[in-house]
């Protein structure tokens, strides 16, 4: 028997809908009629890799069922687009995509009605759709699709995407389901890329990596972070990027010394330590890349000494990466030189983060994290040293597990640079 809605949830008694009025289409129609490269997000991979999306939905549900999860929901967002190949966006209209870990069960749909074409048109899966409009609200699809779904005991959500907005028709119409974490099946598969996959990562950082030169180059003293920046937005795009999504990080003399901090109308002086942090995406995927550089004349002592021991800690971080090393085993190998050069406390975030359609998923390399590295793992190197007051030194590089060890994707020069001189 179910329980009554929660306090405070709507008894959701309006009259059934009939469930989609689009026909079903099969995968092969579905990509047959899908536009390649059609997806804002550059994606590369309908009708040209055939079965991708299949693989990937099967490697999901063998996650679901050794984790005893009877079905994973998904909202809008890069996990769901891993899956599907499309980018539906995540807006006020509630849409969550149940995934059963059956692998001959369709996937069952709650969905804006004004979004269901779309669904139709481009996705290559068996799905059941429970559209829903403005007038009439989610509550009668959000039922239907839970009768669909009634023989589920575990459902999987996204613990970092999924809002209170989803979760709260999940608690009203699913009311006896346990919730588990929908990263422990997610991760383990994307964090292992494709070629493909690969090849955009590749594409990406040599983007940011001509898109670098070219600005640093033009650096002068007296120039304002703020210009620095749109120039570096500019050189990005021009350069073959396909957007910016996160307003570089253009830090001079002791705004450097914020790892999160922000660009700022401050003048760049002769001296200052100047650093850059920026991402762009090729095929929707990341790259992310920083370089410190002092500008207009030599460093004095202390920077020399800080930059020194940032540039062994990433060397050291790089040289730890292989195949059955673990994510803590880079973490610390990375903070050693750092910690033996005396500046330990002030190294102060972790050494890296996964890279993929997002700019920060699985792996994390931290202490604590014993994930075993495996071959085609794609993450970031980013040792650093901020020193309140005075500034901070950064030096960032993406690098691919190989069968044999690794590969840094990054290649841009990380020795001390003086520019603007």
Known sequence: MRRPPRSGAKPCKRKLRSQSKFPRRTPAQA????????????????????????????????????????????????????LTGENFFLLERPFIAFIPA????????MIPELEAPAWERTVPFKATLFPWTD??????????????????????VEYLRMRVLEQNLISCFLPDVRIAMGEAVLDPVRMHKDSAEIGSLRRAVQVLETALEDVVSSVRPGMIEREICNRLTSAVLQSGGEMVPLEPLVQSGPNAA???GRTEERRVEAGDMLLIDFTTTVGGYYADMTRTFVV???????????????????????????PGATCQDVDRAARKPIIDAGFGEYFIHRTGHGLG?????????????????????????????????WGGV????????????????????RSLRIIGA
């Open 31 to 82: 990509a047959a009629t899908h536009a390649p490269d059609s997806n804002a997000y550059g994606n590369e991979y309908f009708g040209k890799e055939d079965g991708v999306f299949d693989q990937r939905l099967r490697d999901l549900r063998q996650q679901l069922r050794v984790r005893d999860i009877d079905c994973l929901a998904l909202v809008p967002g890069f996990n769901l687009q891993y």
């Open 102 to 109: 059956d692998e001959d069960a369709d996937w069952i749909i």
């Open 135 to 156: 007038e009439n609200g989610p509550d009668d699809a959000m039922r239907q699709a839970a009768e669909k779904l009634a023989g589920i005991s575990t459902l999987g």
């Open 258 to 260: 914020l790892p999160h």
């Open 296 to 322: 207009g004349k030599q460093p004095d002592e202390r920077l020399h000494d800080v930059y020194a021991a940032v540039q062994a800690a990433n060397r050291a971080g790089r040289e730890a990466v292989r």
């Open 357 to 389: 359609l997002d700019v920060h998923e699985a792996p994390g390399i931290v202490e604590g994290n014993e994930t075993i590295l495996e071959e085609d793992m794609v993450f970031t190197i980013e040792p650093g040293v901020y020193i309140d007051g």
């Open 394 to 413: 950064r030096i960032e590089d993406n690098v691919l597990v190989t069968s044999d060890g690794h590969e840094s994707l990054t290649t841009f020069d």
